[in-house]
């Protein structure tokens, strides 16, 4: 079955889910099972977890495919939402390769993905609007841009990613948890063609080569990268990365006890 190029069939999720929540402290599931208020199954009401809203999300633009990229152990993940026949998409799960940060762990899919284009979301982020993905695709399908990142009010800019943009909204330039910054939006949700995907493939082999060799080829950044740095290597080489501003969005990582507690106040509708 051939699919049309630019449409929302053409795409496939890439979910990061191998991180350990050690903020969280001892956890009875993994984190994205974590309940974050309640919906109806079958007329009968249940937990609702917290990636189901990332699912939905994807699934409203039309992106009916997604890999969940897992770490040996939270086998928990694929038992609860299976092939995702639940959520009329079809779930598949990869382990992750080198534990060398969350670009490794999107790029474990590289061989699985490397001719579509990708949208990329993070499960323990909540977000509105919830238009958001289909709004990325459009912009991306008209614009022609290698990457589209979605900006959103950043509540802890010194642990998030803040995005630099020109007058015409391309990306001049990503702040990775700056100690002290005057801007105020972060990049959450992101879609991107295969020319990116390479790109990354191909950077991250770079540097992996290097650390295997006993050096490092960015000797400035002597950490894990981020997404974050594999962007301003893109931007670096010539690739157009452009966003979409949803100022009146809002959005919440639920990495910490107290934003867990703000979530599951805000989708169980309690005070405070």
């Given at each position: 079955m051939s699919i049309r190029s630019g449409a929302p069939g053409d795409v496939i999720a890439l979910i990061p889910a191998a991180g350990e929540a050690r903020r969280l402290g001892p956890l009875p599931c993994s984190k994205e099972l974590l309940a974050v208020g309640w919906h109806r199954e079958g007329g009968a009401l249940q937990p609702k977890v917290v990636t189901q809203y990332l699912l939905e999300r994807l699934r409203g633009a039309g992106v009916?495919?997604?890999?969940?990229?897992?770490?040996?152990?939270?086998?928990?993940?694929?038992?609860?939402?299976?092939?995702?026949?639940?959520?009329?998409?079809?779930?598949?799960?990869?382990?992750?390769?080198?534990?060398?940060?969350?670009p490794y762990t999107l790029d474990q899919a590289y061989a699985f993905v490397a001719g579509r284009r990708i949208a990329l979301g993070f499960p323990d982020i909540l977000f509105e609007p919830a238009d958001a993905y289909g709004r990325l695709l459009a912009h991306q399908e008209r614009s022609g841009a290698d990457v589209v990142l979605g900006l959103f009010p950043a509540q802890t800019p010194e642990?998030?990613?803040?995005?630099?943009?020109?007058?015409?909204?391309?990306?001049?330039?990503?702040?990775?948890?700056?100690?002290?910054?005057?801007?105020?939006?972060?990049?959450?949700?992101?879609?991107?063609?295969?020319?990116?995907?390479r790109f990354m493939h191909t950077y991250l082999a770079e540097i992996l080569d290097e650390v295997r060799a006993g050096g490092y080829?960015?000797?400035?950044?002597?950490?894990?990268?981020?997404?974050?740095?594999?962007?301003?290597?893109?931007i670096r080489q010539g690739m157009v990365v452009e966003?979409?501003?949803?100022?009146?969005?809002?959005?919440?990582?639920?990495?910490?006890?107290?934003?867990?507690?703000?979530?599951?106040?805000?989708?169980?509708?309690?005070?405070?």
């Open positions: 009916r495919c997604a890999y969940l990229i897992l770490r040996p152990g939270k086998w928990d993940i694929p038992a609860y939402l299976g092939d995702g026949a639940a959520l009329a998409m079809r779930l598949g799960y990869l382990v992750m390769g080198p534990p060398y940060g969350s642990k998030m990613d803040m995005v630099e943009t020109d007058s015409r909204g391309r990306v001049r330039e990503i702040h990775i948890k700056p100690r002290a910054t005057a801007l105020r939006l972060t990049w959450i949700i992101a879609v991107w063609t295969p020319a990116f995907t080829p960015h000797r400035e950044r002597p950490r894990e990268p981020y997404v974050g740095d594999v962007l301003r290597a893109a966003t979409l501003r949803f100022e009146q969005g809002w959005c919440l990582d639920i990495g910490t006890p107290e934003d867990l507690d703000r979530a599951q106040r805000r989708f169980c509708g309690l005070p405070g």
